[in-house]
T-cell receptor, first 113, second 117 residues
Framework: GESVGLHLPTLSVQEGDNSIINCAYS??????FIWYKQESGKGPQFIID?????DKRQGQRVTVLLNKTVKHLSLQIAATQPGDSAVYFC????????????FGKGTKLTVNP | GAVVSQHPSWVICKSGTSVKIECRSL??????MFWYRQFPKQSLMLMAT?????????EQGVEKDKFLINHASLTLSTLTVTSAHPEDSSFYIC?????????????FGPGTRLLVL
């Protein structure tokens, strides 16, 4: 299940299940979004991105859904594996504005064998 | 493609010394690089934006004289933590901006763990 700790929300799933990680973004003008995976002691790793003219984009085992109406982004991981255990961050950016990415708080995903 | 490296991966230094961290884009040119710091169990906090051939742009609250940034080429940016103190101990991560995918994606280095004694 999902819970909110002092710092990071956490999500625990069983191996083989599908995982859904949610993110609420802050700026209605943001038009580019990225999901990153960060394993302990490592830098963030690019997973998938999406522009605001799309509401869904699929990669290998991952799907990103964008709902601009409620400013919500989700990452779906199919057939979750132990190697998927990490902290997942969403990030938003406004093209034509600042080059800066604004990161969400992150969600810690734990995959139980 | 889009590989970013950092050196060193970890460093321990005495209080008052300076530490230089390098960030390189290995297979692409990056006119813009970014420096972040990350405390345990927290998100990434942007420190500054580094532009090749010009002065870095620092975020509010980040001391430019303490965190010196040099972006001398399209593949290298350096961050120097001057007169480091224990409160500077953190995980420092750089990223480089690369065109591709759906937009202007930032690719991150592996991070540098700094411990100031």
């Amino acid at each position: 299940g999902e819970s909110v700790g002092l710092h990071l929300p956490t999500l625990s799933v069983q191996e083989g299940d599908n995982s859904i990680i949610n993110c609420a973004y802050s700026n209605s003008a943001s038009d580019y979004f990225i999901w990153y995976k960060q394993e302990s002691g490592k830098g963030p790793q690019f997973i998938i991105d999406i522009r605001s003219n799309m509401d869904k984009r699929q990669g290998q085992r991952v799907t990103v859904l964008l709902n601009k109406t409620v400013k919500h982004l989700s990452l779906q991981i199919a057939a979750t594996q132990p190697g998927d255990s990490a902290v997942y961050f969403c990030a938003e950016n406004t093209q034509g504005g600042s080059e800066k990415l604004v990161f969400g708080k992150g969600t810690k995903l734990t995959v139980n064998p | 493609g889009a590989v970013v490296s950092q050196h060193p991966s970890w460093v321990i230094c005495k209080s008052g010394t300076s530490v230089k961290i390098e960030c390189r884009s290995l297979d692409f040119q990056a006119t813009t690089m970014f420096w972040y710091r990350q405390f345990p169990k927290q998100s990434l906090m942007l420190m500054a934006t580094s532009n090749e051939g010009s002065k870095a742009t620092y975020e509010q609250g980040v001391e430019k004289d303490k965190f010196l940034i040099n972006h001398a080429s399209l593949t290298l940016s350096t961050l120097t933590v001057t007169s480091a103190h224990p409160e500077d101990s953190s995980f420092y991560i750089c990223s480089a901006r690369h065109s591709g995918g759906a937009g202007e994606t930032q690719y991150f280095g592996p991070g540098t763990r700094l411990l100031v004694l």
